[in-house]
């Protein structure tokens, strides 16, 4: 709550306000058109049209006083006297050619003049007007359309978006916790912005485009805002779902206009929320024409990425939480080429967190904030504010002097309760059944002393299917994998669900992913890149089809014989993999089981701790 009135004093100016009604020319010109209108409501209701036998008719009777004859009619003003009770005083008739008319007229003593049917002041107003009723209606229909925020006629292209700027913003990578390594990748990030000009000294080139991808509520938000924070610079806050718009081409003149108001401002921090809505991957098919305008939107945010130097100062941070789906041209060198893990916390980090919102409510001096993250794994960082928050809702209401350790209990297991459902939360069982599985995957690794490291070994829980996850980073950039290196991944893929069946006599639910992946791998081995002597060189590689919506086909025609043959390859592949992973972790039983031990307390293992315990237990293969 704190936090958010202090955000919203920092909001100097939002930048497109919803315009207050002013009078224009628009209201005024409404007014005269209405007066004009009851005008002619007033003259109907006195005037009737009749046939020009009746006006005739009426003359000869001598009820007519007055007639005024242009081309296209006759009006004749009544004599009241004469007609009685007036209804109407005058009568309007289509003039026939009548030439004994002005005979008529004389003969009842009827005053009479002609006026020219159409004067320049009418001439001019009859196109003026319909022209102006257009204008008005459509500058209404197009204020419906954008909601209910507006400028004049002209600038309807001004961002709409909800861009927020705050200038003077407090907070500071001290407010965050337990994501340490993002925190080191993005001060170099600060340095540049407090001096953008002398980065680029020694030909560095300054980054533009991060991605900060993680769960929701583990703080990418607030990073970004501390960065600008750290910077002093300000900070430009939009959401990427607020971007697609109903026009074609409206989203990229939003785009355009935010990165102009930005380099205004100059250094400051872009930070884009949902980078997934703008920037889904653009669709292969040329059959669907509908995604024309997010494609525009996308391709106007890749130029304006491209656009900027590193003398700019602009720094363009963007968060997700479904990476794999993004376009890839976004990630390419040069956009946002640097990506920052921001993960859910460990029992360490949870801790830190903890402490920093503990600090805004008046706790007992004896509360363990160790006992209290030991209780939350899985949480993200934005449940434990939360946590904190209910901890004091039920202090207050037993009227308590202080929130103690049990109101925390209490508020978890409300939270935990809602938190089942969203997410699910691990029992102990599973959490260990995890811990082995992932410990397969990283013996294996360990032992064969992979191509890719392995980095880190979670067992926190990260959203629907990953139970746990094992971390490895590529040692250098690989463009080319040999044989040996590929069953090796293979063997790493199913290390996990071979510990399971080792320590538990058991296989579980659990591994499925891992056995698509290694699947892929072998059949890509055996029908692409002939590893498999048996198959030997043709390829039989199923081709993409751009008509049929990206359904594959098969290039090569494959005979019965030939598809029996690549699947028992594809299996004889997977299964020498196999026995290596199975190797592997009988031989390393007291390693697995000494990690798993300190997993099931920290329920992280960083690289330095799997190394050490490596040192003590571990045998290669
Ligand atoms: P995201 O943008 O990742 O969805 P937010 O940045 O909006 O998450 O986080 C919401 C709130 O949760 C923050 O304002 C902060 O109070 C709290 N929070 C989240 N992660 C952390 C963290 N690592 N340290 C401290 N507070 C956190
Ligand atoms: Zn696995």
Redesign the pocket.
Known sequence: ME?EKKIKRNIKKEFIQPDPVKINFYHIFLLIWLGMIAYQYYLVQNITTVSYSEFLSRVDAGEVKEVVISDASIRATLNTKKVGSNKFDSIIAVPVKDDQLTARLIKNSVSFKAVPSETFLGNLLKWLIPIAIIVFLWNIVLKKIMGSAGGGLLNFQKSKARVYVEEDIHTTFK?????EEAKQELAEIVNYLKDPNSFGRLGGRAPKGIL?V????????????AVAGEASVPFYHINGSEFVEMFVGMGAARVRDLFNQARKSAPCILFI?ELDALGKARSTSPMSGANDEKEQTLNQLLAELDGFDSQTGIILLA?T?RPEILDPALLRSGRFDRQVL?DK?DQK?RV??LK??IKKVRSAKDLSVENIAHLTPGF???D???LTNEAALVATRRKGKDVVEEDFTEAIERIVAGLERKNRIINPEEKKRVAYHEMGHASVGLAMDCLDKVHKVSIIPRGIGALGYTLQRPTEDRYLLTKNQLSQKISVLLGGRVSEKIFFSDVSTGASDDLNKATDIARAMVTQYSMSDKVGLPTYELKHNQFLGGAPVQANQVSDATSQLIDSEVRFTLEAAEEKAIDVIEKNRKFIEACVQKLLIDETLVETDLKALWKEFGVSA
């Open positions: 936090n407010d965050i916790a337990g994501v900060l993680g769960p929701p509520g583990t703080g990418k938000t607030l990073m970004a805002r929320d968060a939480n921001i916390p980090g830190a967190i920093i919102h993200s960082g934005a434990l504010e939360n």
